[in-house]
Each structure stands twice: as C-alpha cells, then as structure tokens.
C-alpha cells in the first residue's frame, strides 16, 4: 500500500508537469537562436527562436531585442507588457538587508529588476527609431522610476552603473542633457570609475555619443544534483573605458528567485493560495521510495520546476492553475528533498540505468527562464569610429538634441 501511494503521488506530479510546464521553453531550445545572434545572423536568430510562450514576457523582450536590431518597428508586444505589469501592484521583499521587488506578468513569469528596466529602454528606443520623441521619454522616466528609492524613501535597492549609461545615452539622444548628468553620476557614484569625470564636468552634451552593447549575456552552468544553475561570463572586456559588465544582473536574478522562494514557501498566505497546505499529507508517502528510478524522478521534475526561475510557482492563469501550480511546486520540492535522502537505500543493481535515465532527463527538462540576447557589457564612448566589427547600429537624434547618439550592437 505504501509503495502504490509513492506511484499514485509521482503520477499526479507527471500529470500535473504535463498540463502545466508543456509550453515552457527549455534552456535546449535557444541553441540555433542563439548561435545565430552570437554569429550576427539577425534573420536565422529570428527564425529559429523558439515557438513556445508566444505573448508571454520573456519571449517579448527577447524577440523585440533581436528584431530592434534586424531593422523592426513594431513593438506591440513589448508595450502589451508594459501595460500589464503597469496594472498590476508589485511586492517588496526585505532579505538580510536588500530589498527585492517583484512583479506577476500575465503568464506567470516574475520579471527581474533589469528585465522590467530594460523593457521600458527598449520601448524608448522603439519610439525615438519611429521619432515619437515624447512617448520616448515618457518610457525612459518609467525605466528611471525603478532605479530610485520607490517603495519607501529610506528602502534603497536595485541600481546598476550598466544600466545607468544606457538611460544617460538615450537621455541625451533625447537632448535631456541635465537628466544624462543625473544619470552619469549615479554611475560615478555606484562604481568609482574616473573615466566618467570628463563627461559629467561637460558644461554642454557632446556632439557625439556612442552607447556600444557587447555580447550575448551569460551562459548558464547545471551541476549534477543541485535545482537551479550558475550565471557565468567568460568574454573579454571592451578595450572602452567606461564599461560595465551585466554580469551582476543575472546573478542579482538568480539570488532574488531563491530569496521569494523561500519567503512564498514560509508564507502561510501564499501557501494557501498556491495550494500547498494540501499536499502536505503526502510528505509521508513521498519518503518511502522503491527504487533509484523514484529518485531520479524527483531530481529531474525538482530541478524543472525550481530551476524554472519561479515560472510555474507564479503560473496562474487560467481557471485552477494556481492549485495546479501549488501541487507541482510542493510535490516536486518533496520529491527532490526526500526521494534524494532515502535513495541511497535502493538496490546497487539499479545505480547505473538510474544514473543514464537521470542525465538524458535532466537534458531534456532544465530550464532556467530569464531574458536571453542581452549584452555582456555595455560601454560609454565618445568615439562613433568601430572599423571592422561585426555589429549592427542606429543613430538617434533628438529635433532639440545636440548630441548624436550611436546604439551599437556588436557580436
């Protein structure tokens, strides 16, 4: 009887997964998309992104960066995001001294920071391309808005000197020189770097600007048997001065999805919500396992739902996907914790198959969901000369702007 409660609780977590996780893009299926970008190929990056999640927040903001540079546009997608998160109330989350807000898109997926900042400089940079200069600005006020002091005065949290000398270019492509400055000496402030001086002494913009975005972002690293990767960056710095690696966005993003995991789960509110004080009773029959194959079941829909980056905790849609939601997330944290700790009482004679089922699973399920294609560095340069790059650029001025801004993309 134990045992067929063990294989009735792993069928309802199958079961569940399938209904819930069947549109979800694995970290496998950005492979030719995003060879394709690191190589400059606008065009097959586009054809060969995924198809899955079409409308939801993630795939606009990567499907908008890649088409912003082939040429495009349209962004009605992206701005279909920003009026949903604009009509939804975002939490702030207090950690060991830093404050993490966040926010549920309409799919389920809980934006980090700089992917909500970023939607908002991109939208502002749509606009200026289609010269709708004062929706342009009104986007880059959004973005500003979220790197100040905006749940409470005294509540300091995420700010980035990346993310600063992007706002201060496009402040300046807009002829805003007095919110650029602003802006440059937040930079100066967050990271020391004296390169900054000259530009933020100017008593008047400059004539020519270039803000240049290097690289794809990070690659994300799985080791066996842990629930969620590692953010890691191997390319080369610019030779620029003023750079700054996003590096630290996406490790902030893996820290805050860790640090909401454990507020939702020791949150007697949130756990009634997402269902999980019904499962509870099966804590019991989770812990008697049969075999190493119940184990590797638990690892492999562990790390697909926690590694998942929040996205099926948030996912609540539809009618009863919150309660769905609820029993995948407890049943697979269960599977994982507890399947893990008593498999070391299976039979020997399971260990090898347990091991080959246990990777190709893992192969097919991880994923981590995060915005992809974003640069690794973003730089400040005066400079508007970059001979013999693979890149793509626009050039944005502003009718009452005296600084000409180059956006260079290189690969």
């Known amino acids: 009887m134990k045992y067929f409660s063990v294989f009735i609780l792993?069928?309802?977590?199958?079961?569940?997964?399938?209904?819930?996780?069947?549109?979800?893009?694995?970290?496998?299926?950005?492979?030719?998309?995003?060879?394709?970008?690191?190589?400059?190929d606008l065009p097959q990056a586009l054809k060969h992104f995924p198809e899955k999640e079409q409308g939801g927040f993630v795939t606009s903001i990567e499907r908008s960066w890649l088409s912003f540079w082939e040429g495009e546009k349209n962004h009605d997608d992206l701005m279909k995001q920003t009026k949903t998160l604009d009509e939804r109330q975002f939490t702030s989350v207090l950690r060991e001294t830093k404050y993490f807000f966040y926010n549920e898109t309409e799919d389920g997926y809980i934006p980090a920071e700089h992917e909500i900042i970023i939607?908002?400089?991109?939208?502002?940079?749509?606009?200026?391309?289609?010269?709708?200069?004062?929706k342009a600005r009104v986007e880059t006020r959004r973005a500003t808005f979220f790197l100040q002091n905006y749940v409470?005065?005294?509540?300091?949290?995420?700010?980035?000197?990346?993310?600063?000398?992007?706002?201060a270019g496009i402040w300046m492509a807009l002829g805003e020189w007095q919110?650029?400055?602003?802006?440059?000496?937040?930079?100066?402030?967050?990271?020391?770097?004296?390169?900054?001086?000259?530009?933020?002494?100017?008593?008047?913009?400059?004539?020519?600007?270039?803000?240049?975005?290097?690289?794809?972002?990070?690659?994300?690293?799985?080791?066996?048997?842990?629930?969620?990767?590692?953010?890691r960056d191997e390319s080369t710095a610019p030779t620029i001065s003023i750079?700054?690696?996003?590096?630290?966005?996406?490790?902030?993003?893996?820290?805050?999805?860790?640090?909401?995991r454990n507020v939702v789960m020791k949150s007697n509110y949130m756990a009634q919500y997402y269902g999980l004080n019904t499962a509870v009773g099966a804590e019991k029959s989770v812990g008697f396992v049969a075999s190493n194959s119940l184990r590797v079941a638990g690892v492999v829909v562990g790390a697909a739902i926690?590694?998942?980056?929040?996205?099926?905790?948030?996912?609540?849609?539809?009618?009863?996907?919150?309660?769905?939601?609820?029993?995948?997330?407890?049943?697979?944290?269960?599977?994982?914790?507890?399947?893990?700790?008593?498999?070391?009482?299976?039979?020997?004679?399971?260990?090898?198959?347990?091991?080959?089922s246990k990777q190709a699973g893992l192969e097919k399920l991880r994923t981590y969901r995060f915005v992809r294609f974003l640069p690794s560095w973003i730089s400040l340069s005066a400079?508007?000369?970059?001979?013999?790059l693979t890149a793509k650029s626009l050039s944005l001025q502003a009718p009452n702007s005296r600084t000409r801004v180059l956006f260079l993309q290189r690969f």
Not at 329 to 355: D, M
Request: charged letters at 25%; glycine letters at 8%; hydrophobic letters at 40%.
């Open 119 to 134: 939607m908002h400089l991109l939208n502002a940079m749509f606009f200026m391309r289609n010269e709708d200069w004062e």
């Open 179 to 231: 919110d650029a400055q602003v802006d440059l000496r937040k930079a100066y402030e967050l990271s020391k770097n004296k390169s900054l001086i000259p530009l933020i002494e100017m008593s008047q913009p400059p004539q020519d600007l270039s803000v240049v975005f290097d690289g794809s972002g990070p690659q994300i690293v799985w080791k066996e048997g842990t629930l969620a990767p590692e953010f």
């Open 243 to 260: 750079r700054f690696a996003t590096l630290p966005w996406f490790l902030r993003h893996e820290e805050r999805n860790s640090q909401i």
């Open 152 to 167: 409470k005065e005294d509540q300091s949290h995420f700010d980035d000197p990346a993310l600063r000398i992007w706002l």
């Open 383 to 388: 400079s508007s000369e970059f001979v013999g």
């Open 306 to 356: 926690v590694g998942g980056g929040l996205y099926l905790l948030a996912q609540s849609g539809g009618s009863g996907a919150g309660e769905a939601a609820g029993y995948i997330v407890a049943t697979g944290i269960l599977a994982f914790e507890e399947l893990n700790h008593f498999g070391n009482k299976v039979a020997r004679s399971f260990e090898k198959s347990s091991a080959e």
């Open 10 to 40: 792993i069928g309802m977590l199958w079961f569940l997964s399938a209904c819930s996780t069947h549109q979800i893009i694995r970290d496998s299926e950005y492979k030719y998309s995003e060879a394709a970008f690191k190589s400059g």
